[in-house]
């Protein structure tokens, strides 16, 4: 099924605000109800395509059936945009002045290389088009000109599995959910659920250098990538032979993260692990942010690392976005004050109950204590934070998210930087904001912090924002944090992504784009400024 156009992920499990939530936002954050009701789907007019008759005709004829190339208003506004919140509100609103002129569905790879020859010829554009999930501005692409979404929903294939080297070669456009399950028929698993797992695709997780909700277990997705098929403009691009290799530099960092603007992937090859036999997840207390990172450094510094491994603030604690199922709800007892972690472990029973043992020695050495339940609270809903998002906005609230990551001696300062960026930008403007915060991926060498902002929305919500994340921007690179962890580049980070690279980084960046799309068509504007 498609994603919701205005929202996130799948109608049926949206789920209005409690009252006591919606008091809180009034009273506490001046929060109204929206002044105007959203658009509805069938009443949104589109621009009529720019694509030339003989582009159409062309780009049908390389794809071999009609229906796999759609100009009707619904599929080009269910490819408008991703999913960031200044994305949906203005869906929300009706505006679809970048809706792409054509909605593409290739089957194969020769099929996108054909697409993208014929796109070069003609000068139109190629968005690379997977779960639509992008929270960045990484599916709106700038510039003059006709542009398509290339959907890879039809790549869905698990290519092949190697239970001896345990590698798999999965198609870009194959959803998380049923590569688990194929991957799952051969008893094996990716490891790979973040927070988009239920939409996200195989290609979206490489080109976004996606970072999943167990990789203290299982690792970035860019760490499982071994090999990547990639259709450019000037042909095809096999990189990944072996697990590592002195031939030079890896080529596949290039196009990890590269968010279509170099080429679009086919196919991936990964590692697997088997399944696990064991699954727990436990919740313990910190007295305070600092004692709970304190505890998560040792663990990801000395071990033993759970599988899964972050931690929520004071503020996300009490809010309970920790636990998004309990948001609302009367807890039987009293809370005490402090934060709350998440530790989970999965594996075999012994290696599991081993890791946990260890594990909760240096979890209570810290001064942390068990909360019974919170753990599986936590996977039960680990994937509804979207959700909640998208009725904090039906209830007049803004709530968007932002991320980072340093070393651990820069995390205090960075954390402070970012809090007080937001907090002061929006009080300024008349909204005061709730800013949480948590630790969701460690390192030796450090972690990641990952940001949700309340507040009310303004007059123009859009607008309202745009100082408030460019002081947050700002803020990241001047404390020494990178411009973004797991989200990507898209259009939001761009300008400071060049900040963090430098002018010859940018430079190099340009020249790799130039040898593979001379043209310029793939996601102009993402990633890298057009020039």
């Not at 942010?289 to 690392?305: I, K, N, Y």
């Not at 491994?309 to 009490?318: P, V």
């Not at 809370?335 to 109950?353: F, H, K, L, R, S």
């Not at 050495?365 to 680990?382: D, F, L, Q, T, Y």
Request: contains cysteine; glycine residues 12%; aromatic residues 6%.
């Amino acid at each position: 099924m498609d994603m919701l156009w205005s929202g996130w992920g799948d109608p049926a499990k949206a789920a209005p605000l409690p009252d006591s939530v919606l008091g809180l936002l009034r009273d506490l954050l001046g929060v109204k109800p929206r002044s105007a009701e959203a658009a509805e789907l069938g009443d949104i007019v589109v621009p009529e395509s720019g694509l030339g008759d003989g582009t159409r005709r062309a780009l049908a004829d390389c794809l071999g059936d009609p229906a796999h190339l759609r100009t009707d208003a619904e599929a080009r506004i269910r490819h408008t945009r991703g999913k960031s919140t200044p994305d949906l509100l203005r869906i929300r609103a009706g505006e679809v002045d970048d809706v792409p002129d054509a909605v593409l569905l290739p089957g194969s790879h020769q099929d996108v290389l054909d697409v993208l020859r014929i796109c070069a010829e003609q000068g139109v554009a190629v968005v690379p088009f997977g779960g639509g999930t992008s929270v960045v501005g990484g599916l709106a692409p700038t510039g003059p000109g006709p542009f398509v979404a290339l959907d890879l929903r039809r790549l869905d294939s698990l290519v092949s599995v190697d239970e001896v080297s345990r590698t798999a070669t999965l198609q870009s456009g194959l959803r998380a959910p049923q590569a688990e399950a194929l991957l799952a028929a051969h008893g094996f698993t990716l490891g790979h659920f973040p927070q988009s797992y239920e939409w996200a695709t195989i290609g979206g997780f490489a080109a976004a250098r996606s970072s999943g909700q167990a990789s203290a277990g299982y690792g970035r997705f860019d760490e499982m990538v071994l090999g990547l098929t990639v259709a450019t403009p000037e042909g095809t691009l096999e990189v990944g032979r072996a697990p590592r290799s002195a031939a030079g530099p890896d080529l596949r960092q290039l196009i990890l993260g590269s968010e279509g603007a170099f080429g679009v992937i086919t196919s991936v090859t990964v590692r697997i692990r088997p399944l696990p036999a064991t699954k727990v997840y436990e919740g313990w207390r910190f007295p305070t942010f600092e004692a709970g990172a304190t505890a998560l450094r040792r663990l990801a510094q000395d071990g033993p690392l759970p599988t899964v491994l972050r931690l929520s603030d004071e503020t996300e604690t009490f809010v309970g976005l920790a636990q998004p199922d309990s948001i609302g709800g009367q807890p039987a007892e009293p809370q005490p004050a402090g934060v709350m972690a998440i530790a989970g472990y999965e594996g075999t029973d012994e290696d599991t109950e081993n890791r946990r043992a260890r594990a909760t020695a240096v979890l209570r050495s810290c001064g942390g204590e068990p909360v019974a339940a919170a753990g599986e609270k936590w996977a039960h809903g680990r994937y509804n934070a979207p959700y909640l998002r998208d009725s904090l906005l039906d209830a007049g609230a803004f709530a968007e998210t932002l991320e980072t990551a340093a070393f651990w001696s820069r995390i205090p300062a960075l954390y402070e930087a970012v809090r007080q960026a937001l907090t002061v930008t929006l009080t300024e403007a008349g909204t005061p904001p709730l800013v949480m915060c948590h630790i969701s991926h460690v390192y030796e060498t450090g972690a990641s912090l990952y940001f949700t902002v309340v507040s009310a929305q303004g007059e123009d919500p859009v607008a309202h924002w745009a100082p408030a994340k460019r002081a947050a921007n700002d803020a990241i690179l001047a404390a020494g944090g990178t411009i973004t962890h797991h989200h990507g580049v898209g259009t939001d980070h761009r300008d400071w992504y060049a900040q963090e690279i430098s002018p010859l980084g940018m430079d190099v960046l340009q020249a790799v784009k130039a040898a593979l799309d001379p043209a310029g068509i793939l996601n102009p504007g993402i990633l890298l400024p057009i020039r």
